[in-house]
């Protein structure tokens, strides 16, 4: 049974960092593309960044580009989202997701993803 396990959210004041992750369990995770997404109040579910099955390529949503950086150890089955210079805005809940790495990268909506973690909460005050 696949498990996507995120961690490591919590609350933190603008400006401040996080760094979440997700740990991967019974799929071969070398052969997934990974991404972060994240669902606010009362909004849709929305791509934040994705990452190739090597770690070699990345994507990351404009609203947050140069301040998240997605990563991935295939040795400890596990992605992150490093987060900085946070903003009110990024206040919501994170998924990480699966898609089996197959055509081409990146994928940036959710309906590419097979597996999908339980989330983490991440709230930014000001």
């Known amino acids: 049974q696949v498990q996507l396990v995120e961690s490591g959210g919590g609350l933190v004041q603008a400006g401040g960092s996080l760094r979440l992750s997700c740990a991967a369990s019974?799929?071969?995770?070398?052969?997934?593309?990974m991404a972060w997404f994240r669902q606010a109040p009362g909004k849709e579910r929305e791509f934040v960044a994705t990452?190739?099955?090597?770690?070699?390529?990345?994507d990351h949503a404009d609203s947050v580009k140069g301040r998240f950086t997605i990563s991935r150890d295939n040795t400890k089955n596990t992605v992150y989202l490093q987060m900085n210079s946070l903003k009110p805005e990024d206040t919501a809940v994170y998924y990480c997701?699966?898609?089996?790495?197959?055509?081409?990268?990146?994928?940036?909506?959710?309906?590419?993803?097979?597996?999908w973690g339980q989330g983490t909460q991440v709230t930014v005050s000001s």
């Open positions: 997701a699966a898609d089996l790495a197959v055509g081409p990268f990146p994928k940036r909506r959710e309906q590419h993803y097979d597996y």
């Open positions: 990452i190739t099955w090597n770690g070699d390529n990345t």
């Open positions: 019974g799929l071969t995770f070398s052969n997934y593309e």
